[in-house]
């Protein structure tokens, strides 16, 4: 009964989400949504998705400690009654878990590509509470303006990557524990660029938040929010500078 309850509750929530919140464009031209909900026995969300069909959801339930060990679950969305895009909704049993602390993110697939939905939540078996770790907000044009660009460190070789299970193996966080961004996080070799450093590329401010086995010496490895802009941008030679904090006004 209180698993049957839940479920309910989970998928009426959406519901008056997507009601309150959004409509439906017949110019959108692919998927959106949320992961919604984490609770003690369901994890659910929603997709925007003006035509109504079925959509396939990939849930990734990771260690906390260990990202490394994750659990992928596929399902399928299924459309809601009054046609306002795609509700999932997978009834986990945490008793099959070991740890106590679980990353929770989704996905969906969009054409040939995994599309990585809103909201990433932290789940504490013992306390049977979820927590909602919300995406970092977007870099402002006046934090890129507080740095100038410093010292030529050379011509570096690039790649880009994302979070999808070909690239980063679903993980939801960057190897220093941050959840990464466009424009923003970066791989780089450790050893001569330690997490925290600030690199301007092309006039962008970006931040050492990751390495990868094959980010070596001068190659940086740019992380994308899908797996087709990681594709286009392919292998690129690129003009890295260190950045110094801009001079301030005041006197």
């Known amino acids: ?89 997978w009834e986990i ?24 939905l809103s909201g990433t939540y932290l ?17 402002s044009e006046t934090e890129t303006a507080s740095y100038i660009k410093g010292e030529y460190l050379g011509t570096f070789s690039s790649s880009a990557y994302c979070s999808c299970t070909s690239c980063s193996g679903g993980h939801a966080r960057t190897y220093s524990g941050t959840i990464p961004k466009e424009n923003h996080t970066v791989a780089a070799d450790l050893a001569y660029y330690p997490i925290g450093t600030k690199l301007m590329v092309d006039g962008i401010v970006y931040t050492v938040e990751d390495m990868g086995s094959g980010v070596v010496g001068n190659h940086l490895d740019f ?6 802009e990681a594709l286009a941008y392919g292998m690129k030679d690129v003009e890295v500078y260190a950045v110094i904090e801009a001079p301030s006004d005041s006197q």
């Not at 789940?123 to 870099?139: F, K, V």
């Open 1 to 89: 009964m209180k698993r049957n309850l839940q479920h309910r509750l989970c998928l009426a929530g959406a519901a008056l989400l997507f009601s309150v919140s959004f409509s439906f464009p017949a110019c959108a031209s692919s998927l959106s949504g949320e992961l919604d909900a984490v609770t003690d026995s369901v994890i659910c969300g929603w997709i925007r998705n003006e035509t109504g069909s079925p959509v396939s959801v990939r849930i990734t339930v990771a260690r906390e400690s260990d990202p490394d060990f994750h659990h992928v679950e596929t399902i399928n969305g299924v459309p809601s009654e009054e046609g306002e895009g795609v509700f999932f909704s």
């Open 223 to 228: 992380y994308f929010d899908t797996h087709a």
């Open 123 to 139: 789940y504490d078996r013992s306390e049977g509470e979820e927590i909602r770790l919300e995406q970092p907000e977007e870099a």
């Open 93 to 116: 049993d945490w008793e099959a878990y070991v740890s106590d602390r679980y990353l929770v993110t989704a996905q969906v697939l969009d054409g040939d590509t995994w599309k990585s």
